[in-house]
Nanobody, 126 residues
Framework: EVQLVQSGGGLVQAGGSLRLSCAAS????????IGWFRQAPGKEREGVSC????????YYADSVKGRFTISSDRARNTVYLQMDSLKPEDTAVYYC???????????????????WGQGTQVTVSS
């Protein structure tokens, strides 16, 4: 069993920054892939970014590439999503999710992740 606790989120003006945190427990951290997904009202859930703790391999959606950075702090069993140059279209509920020993081809696919955080609202005003 893996437990994920999120923090961060909030309201920010367009062009600003936020950092989301996802703290994991209940599993060997290095065996996890931990990803970030978001869902806006009326929209499908989409994969934003993911990192494999075993090798550091990362995935970014084209819509956030160059603006968002995912990182993993193994000493704290925590994955961060640094979001810079935020746009109103980034507004959504953001979820972190984890899966053990996940193949890289599934890093963007929400159905492949078994464990989920509680979600946090990110709102970007124009």
């Amino acid at each position: 069993e893996v437990q994920l606790v999120q923090s961060g989120g909030g309201l920010v003006q367009a062009g600003g920054s936020l950092r989301l945190s996802c703290a994991a427990s209940g599993s060997t951290f290095d065996d996890l892939a931990i990803g970030w997904f978001r869902q806006a009202p009326g929209k499908e859930r989409e994969g934003v970014s993911c990192i494999g703790n075993s090798d550091g391999y990362t995935y970014y959606a084209d819509s956030v590439k160059g603006r968002f950075t995912i990182s993993s702090d193994r000493a704290r069993n925590t994955v961060y999503l640094q979001m810079d140059s935020l746009k109103p279209e980034d507004t959504a509920v953001y979820y972190c999710a984890a899966e053990v020993r996940l193949l890289r081809g599934y890093y963007s696919e929400s159905y492949a992740f078994s464990y989920w955080g509680q979600g946090t609202q990110v709102t970007v005003s124009s």
